[in-house]
Every structure is written in C-alpha cells, then in structure tokens.
C-alpha cells in the first residue's frame, strides 16, 4: 500500500521536476544573459560618447606629444563613477598613454573582431570589463586608438541577483502551477467517481446522465456491459448479501411467476423404494442432480415427476402414481413414471448413457447412437411430456427439466402448453460445434432445447458453445449479446446457472476429531494415519483411474508416505449394465488390488493405501468421511459442476481438510482456493496430493475458509431463485410483445 502512494507520487513528481529542470537549464542562462547584454548595450553608448567627447582635445594633444595634458585629460574623465580605465595606444600598437588603472593584461590587443556588433566583455583576474576601442584620425591620417575600460562587476553581481529571484520565481511558479493542477484533476475525478458511480448503481436519470463529463461517456456502454457480465458470471453482489434461503425462493415463486405450481422433471427419482432382505427401503441416490433439486422441492412444493426405477416403487405410490416426500416429512408430491425394460434399455441406456453422456463428456469413450435407441427415446420424451401436461393444474406452470434425458421434452410441452414457462437446466458439459455434430438426431434435439424459455448450463464456456452449436446446425437468430436464440417465433434464452448445494446444518454431528477417530477405528488404521477421500459414482468421466495412479506415484516419489497414509475411494455403483462401466468397475478394481500389493506389506504396518468401497453410501455417512479426511480428491476428466467437492467444502466447519480439484470441472472456476491440478498428468496429482498432506493448518484454514462463504453464499437456493428470476422478467416480456403483436394485428378503424 505504501509502495503503491509513493509510486503514484513518484509518477506526478517526478514528470514535474524534469520538466521544471529542463526549463530551468533552457531558460535561466538565457535570462540571465538578458541584464548583461542591455547593459553591453548601455556600455557601448556611453563609450562611445565619452570617445567623441576626448576626440577633439586628443588630436590637439596627441600630435604635439603632450603626455601629460592627455594624462590629466584621462584622470577628469575618470571621474564618471563607471569607467575604470583609459589608455592611448599608437598606431604601431604600443601604450603611448594609459591611467594607472588600465590593466597591463589589456595591452593593446584588439578586442572587438570587425563585423561584431556589441562589445565582448573581457574577464580579467580582477573582474570582468567592457572595452571599447575608439580609432583617432586627423584628415585621413590614423593617429592611434582610444581604449575605454568599464568596470562590469557590478553587471555580474546584478546578475547573481537575477538568477537567484528567476530560480525562486521558477519554484514558485513550479508549486503554483502544480496546486492549480491538482484541484483541477481532483474536480474532475470527483466528476468522473460520481459519474462511474452513478453508472455502476444504474440510478441515473437521462438528465444526470446527460450531464455525465464528455470524456466519460463512451466508457458509459462498456461500464453497462462490464457490470452485466459480472452480473452474469456471479449472479449480483447485491443478491448475495439478501442471501437466498428455501423462505426467499418460495416468496419468489409466488410474487415474481404467481405460480402455486412447479414441476420437475428428471430420470431420476430423489426417493427410490426398494425391497431389501430388511424389507421395503427408502435410497437416496447418488446424483448431483437430486442433490441439487431436492431443496429446491422442499422449498416450493409442487410435483416432481421421474422414472419409478425401485424395486419396491410401485407399491409404495397410490392409484395416481404418487408419493408424497421426504417419507419422514413429506412437502412434496413425487410422481413415477413407468418404462418397460426395453424402453428403460433404448432410451435411458442407450441413447442417454451410451450416446449423449459420452458426446458431451468427451472423456475417450466413443459415443454410440443406435436408431432403436433413439426410438425409445423420443417414446420416452412423449411420455414424460404428456406426464407433465395432465400433472399441470394451471395453463401457464413453471416447469423445471433437468438434464440431457429430456432434450426432446420441452418442445412437447411447448406444444400443449404454449404458456408454460419452461426451465431447463443441462447438468453435464456441452461439446465444441464438431464433437456435437457425430449426433445423427443433431438438428431434432437442438429444436427440442429451443422450446424452452430458459436453457441453463454450468458455466459461459458451455453456453458458448451450445450457442456456436444452434448456429452451425440450425436456421436461427442468435443476439450473442442478450444470449438468446429466436427460432420459430419464440425466443430462448441461453444462460449460466453454476448449481451448488443447499448450505447444511452440522448441529449435532460429533465434533470433527470424534469422527476422525470413529472412522479411522472403523477402517483399522491407527489414529494418526493420513486418510484421502474420493466420492463418486463409478463412472469413467471421473478421474478414478487417475487418482489412483496419482497415489501410486505420490507413494514412489516419498516412501515415507508409506504405511502412513491411505485413499477411501468411495464409489457407488452406477449404470452397471453398460458394458463400458463394467470394463471400468474391473479396471479400477485390478489397479487398487495391484497399488495395494506393492505397498501393504507387514513392515509397513499392513495398511492398505487403497481403500476401495464400492457401495451406495448414503449422505450421512459420506458426510462422516468428509469430515473424518485430511484431504477430498476430485480428479473428474470433464465434469459440469462436481458437487462432491462442494459437499466436502461444507462438511468442514473445522475450517481444516484440503481439496484437490481437476481443473476441468466447473467448480475449479469458482472454487480458485482448492489445489487445481490436471488429472491427466500423474505426477502432478501424486505432488499435489503430497503438498494436501503437508500443508500447514493455517494455510488449511486460510483456503477453507474463504471457500466456505463462497458455497454458503452462492448457494443452490440462489441458482434456482436466479432462473426463476429470469424467467420471470422473459415471461414478462413476452406478455408485453403478444400485447403489441395483438393490438397491430387489430383492423384499422376508419374515422367516419
Ligand atoms: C449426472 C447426471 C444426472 C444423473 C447422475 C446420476 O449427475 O447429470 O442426470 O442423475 O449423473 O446418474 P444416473 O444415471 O445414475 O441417474
């Protein structure tokens, strides 16, 4: 800070002094120059008279040899205060007569060059002196020369004088016109602060703007630009200091949409009744969708409508196939919807996971597309569409699709429902224009996410791309500015929505170092052993090969490391009947056993560095590992979101534990304090997996921290209430265009 005020000082003095310098040289010799040369000037009348005055006796005197009458002649002459010397010299040049003061120095030499307008001044040891020199004719007979010696010392001490007032006169001048430049800069950056102010806050009336400075207002479009773009990646300051709550969504959904009514729609279901050898229970699933939802649900009521894929689904639902949930505390409807295990194997399987998934991961598993999968698919779209519209008790409901199951879907219900403002929100990463367009139903699904009102993606990138997508494939109208698409009348708006977690509350769990011990006790390893942890579902896209490498690597580079640590991958099983998943659950299963061979042996304590754990796990326990590990590893090869690492995150109010997250998930551009490392390159996850394990804990607390108010802050609430938000104001919008449309539609009336 300091640094920063003597740089800025520096950078205003320092142009001062120079150009005060460089006047200085340039014009005090010249000022100073000035007095002496009029004074020359003066000298060289008054010689010039005094010679006339003498010429008249000296060539009565000189021709008769009479020294000593031009000698007195020279002494009365003396008596001008000035004139310091007089001499007489012969035209041989040799001093006939000179006063006693005439310097020996002087002689008779010349000093005056022909041609040369003013007389030099001659410096003697003395002091300086001005000489004139005046010839004597008689007739045209050259008698001698006339020399006339005046005293300038008092010239030079004028001189000193008037540099030392020029010098003074310059600093002054120099302070003056300094303060006066200081006040004018300072009115004008009053201006401009109160004029960037204004235009920051957006409270300008046209007259303040109009007064806006001149030089301000071309800034005035790319400050509103700047401003929306913040807006736009971070969602307004201003909402996150009202902090969004369950409260605030619900109000928002009543005043801002009048809805009583919300649907969802994803694949899966938030509650999945299943028979056990215990007998019907309730799983929740492994998915960062319902995750991210479900609090969504709670908050708003409404129905959510999913595929029942539980054992015990259809028992569990009424003549209406419903339930009401959470089964402890029910607050909303769920309703199934029933796929035979073709269908479930065409659309879900297939087209969804062996299609799309891989399309828009691009994690180097090829995409299939099969035209029996694509059937079922459509199939599936129509069904759940018809779902959504006989659920809807209201022409207009907000309606909330989620993810890359219902690409189709909208457009179906835009098509019953033209008032429905539909929502969508796409949970995993969309592809570059060229990897999108393998797709052979390319151009039907982009026609189908067109006929949503919102279209929500994790971050820009993704809408950037989505929008190069629109504009390769299809006849559309795209205001890159706004991010809307028009196509067929009807406008979308294509925006980023970074989803997070409903902030938990950790009232009651056991402290922090109750749950290290509890579970390090649950997996054998003594007290002190350093644990990681990894969260996911097995699935390719995450990274799990990697991070396994990574500790393997971590373990080679510091065998001290060896025995005293373990990673407890946790990893429930996801789409199992995939063959790729299956190759993959094998491969994983082979490199731990292979990791665990190399680094278990007896002299090393026995303990295992991998803990593989491949299980559902429900959130209560994840949350125990969370809180229980020194590190959360995310090493996702391509993620939209990863809400694991934000899990993590709020599970830690020790403010201890590091994350380790890859950097191709869309947490990594907001979560800048985890160590952000590239999966793909081993040694530098098995170093950052090392740096997690050493690093002191008041670093810990320092990244934790500051990550912690960005999770709670920009919590899932806030991404649900910013889309409501914005479809809201569309809605608006619309209402107000079909108005125009309709009044211009009207027949002209004629006056009579
Ligand atoms: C991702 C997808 C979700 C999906 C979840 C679990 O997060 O975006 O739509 O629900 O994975 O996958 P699953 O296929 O088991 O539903």
Not at 83 to 112: I, N, Q, W
Not at 171 to 198: E, F, Q
Not at 598 to 618: E, M, Q, T
Not at 688 to 701: F, K, N, S, V
Request: aromatic share 10%; charged share 25%; hydrophobic share 40%.
């Amino acid at each position: 800070m300091r640094w920063h005020s003597i740089h800025m000082s520096l950078r205003f003095i320092v142009p001062l002094v120079v150009v005060l310098a460089l006047f200085a040289y340039a014009v005090v010799p010249f000022m100073e120059s000035m007095p002496e040369r009029w004074f020359v000037r003066d000298l060289d009348a008054r010689s010039q008279l005094v010679a006339n005055a003498m010429q008249d006796p000296l060539l009565e005197y000189i021709p008769q040899n009479s020294g000593k009458r031009v000698e007195q002649l020279f002494e009365r002459a003396l008596h001008d205060e000035r004139l310091y010397a007089l001499a007489f010299c012969s035209p041989g040049g040799r001093v006939m007569y000179k006063t006693e003061t005439y310097p020996d120095s002087l002689g008779c030499r010349m000093v005056r060059n022909p041609g040369e307008k003013l007389t030099p001044v001659v410096r003697l040891p003395q002091g300086a002196v001005h000489v004139w020199e005046s010839p004597l004719f008689d007739a045209e007979q050259y008698l001698g020369k006339m020399v006339l010696v005046h005293d300038m010392s008092f010239i030079e001490r004028r001189s000193e004088d008037t540099r030392k007032y020029l010098i003074l006169l310059f600093i002054g001048l120099g302070i003056v016109v300094s303060m006066i430049a200081v006040l004018i800069a300072w009115l004008s950056l009053r201006d401009w602060i109160k004029a960037v102010r204004g235009l920051v806050q957006g409270d300008f009336t046209p007259q303040e703007q109009a007064m806006v400075p001149r030089e301000v207002q071309p800034l005035i479009s790319d400050l509103r630009e700047l401003m929306q773009d913040y807006r736009g990646v971070y969602h307004g300051v201003g909402e996150v200091s009202l902090s969004w709550t369950p409260e605030k969504l619900r109000d928002l959904l009543h005043d801002e949409l009048a809805g009583d009514e919300i649907l969802v729609v994803s694949n899966r279901e938030p509650y999945i009744h299943m028979h056990t050898e215990h007998g019907i229970e309730v799983q929740r699933p492994a998915s960062g969708l319902v995750t991210a939802v479900e609090p969504v649900m709670r908050a708003c009521s409404g129905t959510w409508i999913a595929h029942g894929a539980g054992s015990a689904d259809r028992e569990t639902t009424d003549g209406n196939d419903r339930v009401q949930v959470p089964p402890r505390k029910p607050a909303y409807t769920l309703r199934r919807v029933w796929l035979s295990e073709e269908e479930e194997q065409g659309y879900y399987y297939g087209f969804a996971n062996e299609g799309l998934w891989p399309l828009c991961h691009i994690a180097h598993v090829r995409p299939v597309f099969r035209s029996t999968d694509w059937e079922h698919y459509v199939e599936v779209n129509q069904r759940f569409a018809d779902t959504v519209v006989a659920e809807a008790r209201t022409d207009d409901p907000v309606v909330l699709v989620q993810d890359y199951h219902f690409a189709l879907l909208p457009r179906m219900v835009k098509e019953k429902l033209p008032k429905a403002t539909i929502i969508m929100f796409w949970h995993i990463p969309w592809p570059n224009p060229e990897s999108f367009g393998i797709c052979p139903w390319r151009e039907e699904i982009l026609e189908g996410l067109l006929g949503n009102t919102i279209l929500g993606f994790h971050t820009p990138f993704h809408c950037k791309n989505f929008l190069e997508t629109v504009d390769r494939y299809l006849e559309t109208r795209i205001e890159y500015e706004a991010s809307t698409v028009s196509y067929g009348g009807e406008l979308t708006q294509v925006e980023s929505y970074p989803i997070s977690i409903a902030w938990p509350d950790m009232e009651g769990l056991p402290p922090v170092p109750e749950e290290r011990l509890a579970i390090r006790t649950e997996l054998g390893l003594p007290p002190e052993h350093l644990l990681a942890v990894g969260v996911d579902r097995l699935d390719y896209t995450k990274g799990i090969v990697e991070r396994l490498q990574a500790v393997e690597r971590m373990l080679e580079l510091y065998p001290e490391m060896i025995g005293r640590f373990s990673l407890v991958q946790i990893a429930a099983p996801s789409r199992s009947s995939l063959e790729e998943y299956q190759h993959f659950e094998a491969r994983v299963r082979r490199l731990a056993a292979r990791i665990n061979d190399k680094y278990s042996s007896g002299a090393n304590g026995g303990f295992a560095p991998v803990l593989l754990r491949i299980a559902h796990h429900d959130s209560e326990q994840v949350t125990r590992y969370y809180r229980a590990a020194d590190v959360c590893v995310v090493t996702s090869l391509h993620d939209g979101m990863n809400l694991v690492a934000k899990e993590f995150i709020a599970a830690r109010d020790d403010e201890r534990g590091v994350l380790i997250l890859s950097q191709f998930t869309g947490a990594a551009r907001e979560l800048v304090e985890a160590l952000i490392v590239n999966p793909y390159h081993i040694e530098q996850g098995a170093q950052a997996l090392y740096r997690a394990l050493t690093m002191p804990e008041i670093e810990q607390r320092e990244r934790m921290r500051s990550m912690r108010t960005l999770v709670r802050d920009y919590n899932v609430y806030r991404w649900a209430g910013r889309m409501l938000l914005d479809a809201a104001q569309l809605r608006r919008q619309q209402r107000v265009i079909a108005k125009i449309r309709s009044h211009s539609a009207k027949p002209f009336r004629r006056a009579r």
